[in-house]
């Protein structure tokens, strides 16, 4: 299959791709639209489901935004309270053995 200069393709792979937006919600609790892209199959095109990214409308507002990556101290934080679960399910299976 080859891919149509007008058409959207799937990032990096250069195949025709169509879109299906999911509802989520976001860390605050409020309803946002994921836009997630996949590779083209023309059976699957319809309206409510999955659409070409020509049809849907321009992304605004929230969906501009760039997803927001952990800071490296958060990942830290979580690391260290893995290691803490860690050794306390060690201590606890220790003294279940006893």
């Given amino acids: ?38 590779p083209l199959i023309e059976c699957l095109l319809e309206p409510g489901r999955y659409e070409l990214e ?11 935004r760039a997803q927001r990556q952990p800071r490296l101290r958060t990942l830290v934080r979580m690391a260290m309270a893995m290691q803490d679960a860690d050794r306390t399910a060690r201590a606890l299976r220790e003294r279940a053995v006893q």
């Fill in 1 to 38: 299959m080859t891919a149509n200069p007008g058409r959207a393709t799937v990032q990096g792979m250069g195949t025709p791709a169509m879109v299906r937006i999911f509802p989520i919600l976001d860390s605050n609790g409020k309803l946002a639209r994921l836009r997630v892209s996949v």
């Fill in 54 to 64: 020509e049809n849907m409308p321009p992304k605004a507002g929230r969906e501009l």
